[in-house]
């Protein structure tokens, strides 16, 4: 079992930064890519961000590059989502997951095993 807990969400005005964080306890954190996605009101769960175990390779969606930076910590169990620029659609609830690191697809919500319990991020116009 991995735990995540997600923190950071907050409201921002439209070309603000917020930076959102994901804890991460139980089994080894650094088995695992990490990836963080959102759900506004009404709409599906959308795949924003992903790093594989080692850090060697992040994927975005393309409604966020350039604006967004997904890291991470192995020796402090985290993962962070750097959002600057950021927009009234990007006004969401989100999410850190993990996937077991032998899986190729990052990108896909049901490549992941474990999820938290999300942060809001709401950005004013």
């Known amino acids: 079992q991995v735990q995540l807990v997600e923190s950071g969400g907050g409201l921002v005005q439209a070309g603000g930064s917020l930076r959102l964080s994901c804890a991460a306890s139980g089994r080894t954190f650094s088995s695992y890519h990490m990836g963080w996605f959102r759900q506004a009101p009404g709409k599906e769960r959308e795949f924003v961000a992903a790093?594989?175990?080692?850090?060697?390779?992040?994927v975005y969606v393309d409604s966020v590059k350039g604006r967004f930076t997904i890291s991470r910590d192995n020796a402090r169990n985290t993962a962070y989502l750097q959002m600057n620029s950021l927009k009234p659609e990007d006004t969401a609830v989100y999410y850190c997951?993990?996937?077991?690191?032998?899986?190729?697809?990052?990108?896909?919500?049901?490549?992941?095993?474990?999820w938290g319990q999300g942060t809001q991020v709401t950005v004013s116009s």
């Open positions: 997951a993990a996937a077991p690191s032998w899986r190729t697809v990052v990108d896909r919500a049901h490549e992941y095993d474990y």
């Open positions: 790093i594989t175990w080692s850090s060697l390779r992040t």
